[in-house]
C-alpha cells in the first residue's frame, strides 16, 4: 500500500521528466543506485524510480 | 515560421474580401474556417484543473450473465463510502448497484468497485494537462464534421432555428443579434393541461400590429385614413374594438377617431397635409395592439411529457417573463447576452453549456461535457459574456509575439516596437518562437536535486 502510494505521489509529467533527467545522468556516467540487468539507462532510471531511489524531486510552485 | 506565414495569407483574403464588399456568406465561411483556430488561440494556456467524471454505467453490463447471489445492502453502502470517488459517483453507484443487488455475489461487487474505480481515475485529469489546446480541438474537430457553410433549420413545428457549426458560431462569437433567437416558454398549471388557457396565452405573447387585423385605406378625398377591422382576425386573437380605437387614440393627442356606420374606422389628424397622412397612415399600421414587441409568432405545441408549451420566433425573456401563466423558472430562450443580462452570469454560462451541447447532439456528435465547460467558463469568468474571437478572448491576450505569430506578423511587431510593449513570454506561442520549453506538462515540472 505504502508503495502504492508512493508512485500515485507524482503525475505522470512529474515521472517523465524525473525519469528522463536520472536516465540523463546515468548515460553520462553516474553510479547507479540499484542492482539490475538492465544496460539501457532509460530502463535502469525507470527501475530506479519504481524502487523510488532518484535523489531528484519535483518543486511545486504555487501558480 | 511557416505558420506564420498561412495565418497571414489568410487573413489578408479576409480584408480583401470584406474590402470587395462581398455577401456576408463568405464571410461567414471564413468564419468557419476559424473557428478551431480561435478556439486554440483562445485556450491554449490553460491547464490543469483536475475535473472528475466517471462512467458508473457500464457497471450494469459488465454484470453480464445472470447469477445467483444477494448482497446486503448494508455491505453496498460500506463498499461504496469507502472508495475515492466523488460524492455525486458513489449516490450514482449505490441506486444501481442496490437495484441489481439479487444478482451480485460478493466477488462480483468487489470485481465492479475495481473497476469503476479504475474507470474514475483514468478520466480524471492530471495537473499540467493542457486542457485548453483539447478542449479547442475536441470542438473544432467535430465542427469539420458539422454540416458546412449552410444554414440547417429543423423546425419545431413552422418555426425556424439556426443549427450546426453557423449556430456554434453564434454562441461562440457572443453574438447579440441572433438569426433565429427563439424562445421555449413554459406554462403554469392550468395552462398546461387546457389547450383554450394555452392559446389565450400565446395570444397575449405574439405581438399582433394594427395592419394584422385589419384593412388599412387612405384616402386623399378627406383626408383621412380609413381602417375597416376584420371580425374574424379579432376574434382569433381575443381582442375588442374598443381596445383598437384606445390604441389609436394613444398614437397622438391630435388623433381623431370616428366609427362610422358600416362600422370602419375613420382616423384623421388635426394638422393635416398629404405628408401628414401618409405618416399616419405608417403609425396606425404599425401600431402594436397586443403581445409583445419582437415576438414575431408563437406556436403552441403540446408535449407529451410536458403538456402544452409555446414556442415562439423573436426572443423577448424580461417580457415575456412578467406575463402571468408564464413559468418563470423553466422559460428559456436562444439568446445567451439576454439570458446573462436578465438572469446573470451564472445563468448565462449554463445556458452557453446547454446551447452547444444540444447543437452538438442535434448533429449526432458526442463531445465530453467538459470541454465545453471550460469554453463556458473561458467566456463568462469576467462577470460578463465576451466573444472567443481571432485574439483570444477579447481584451484578454496581449502578448506581442502571439499575435504576431497568428495574422499579419510584420504589421503587429511594428505596431508593438512603435508602442514599446513588453512580452512576458507567459503563453505558449510565446515561448515556442523563442524556443523555449512551454510551461505545459512536462515543461511545467521544475526538478530538484536531493530530497
Known sequence: MTEEKEKNKYTKYEKARIIGARALQIAMGAPVLIETEELDPINIAIAEFEKSVIPITVRRSKD | MELKIVAGEKEEVTEELK???LEEGIAERIKEDFLPAELTVTLEDLLEVPIEGAYAEDIILMLGREEKGE??????????????????????????????RTKLTRE????????????????????????????????????TQMTMRTFHYAGVGAIYITLGLPRIIEIVDARKKLSTPTMKIKLLEEYVIERNKAEELAMEIEETHIRDIGKIEVSAADMSVWLSLNEKRLEERYIKREEVEE???????DVL???????????QRKKQSYHELLRLEEKVSN?????????????VRREPTEGYVLYTEGSELKKV??????????????????????????????????????????????????HITLIADAMTMDGEVKQIGRHGIAGGKASVLSRAAFEVTVDNLLEAA??????????????????????????????????
Not at chain 2, 76 to 93: G, Y
Open chain 2, 247 to 253: 390604441k389609436i387614440r394613444g398614437i397622438g393627442t
Open chain 2, 418 to 451: 512603435i508602442y514599446g510593449e513588453k512580452d512576458e513570454l507567459r503563453g505558449v506561442t510565446e515561448n515556442v518562437i523563442v524556443g523555449q520549453p512551454i510551461k505545459l506538462g512536462t515543461g511545467a515540472v521544475e526538478l530538484v536535486m536531493g530530497e
Open chain 2, 321 to 370: 417573463l412578467r406575463i402571468e401563466g408564464v413559468d418563470s423558472t423553466r422559460t428559456t430562450t436562444n439568446n445567451i447576452a439576454e439570458i446573462a443580462e436578465i438572469l446573470g452570469i451564472e445563468a448565462a454560462r449554463n445556458a452557453i453549456i446547454e446551447e452547444m451541447m444540444s447543437t452538438l447532439e442535434e448533429q449526432g456528435l458526442d463531445v465530453d461535457a467538459r
Open chain 2, 19 to 21: 474590402k470587395v464588399g
Open chain 2, 108 to 143: 462480483k461487487l468487489d470485481d465492479i468497485m475495481e473497476r469503476v474505480v479504475e474507470r474514475y481515475e483514468k478520466a480524471k485529469v492530471e495537473p499540467r494537462e493542457a486542457v485548453g489546446i483539447v478542449a479547442a480541438q475536441s470542438i473544432g474537430e467535430p465542427g
Open chain 2, 287 to 299: 401600431t402594436l395592439v397586443k403581445g409583445i414587441e419582437g415576438i414575431r409568432r408563437v406556436l
Open chain 2, 257 to 267: 377617431v370616428e366609427v362610422m356606420e358600416d362600422r370602419k374606422l375613420r382616423i
Open chain 2, 71 to 100: 448482497v446486503k445492502l448494508g455491505d453496498i453502502e460500506l463498499k461504496v463510502n469507502k472508495s475515492e470517488l466523488s460524492d455525486r459517483i458513489k449516490e450514482e453507484l449505490k441506486k444501481k448497484l442496490k437495484a441489481v
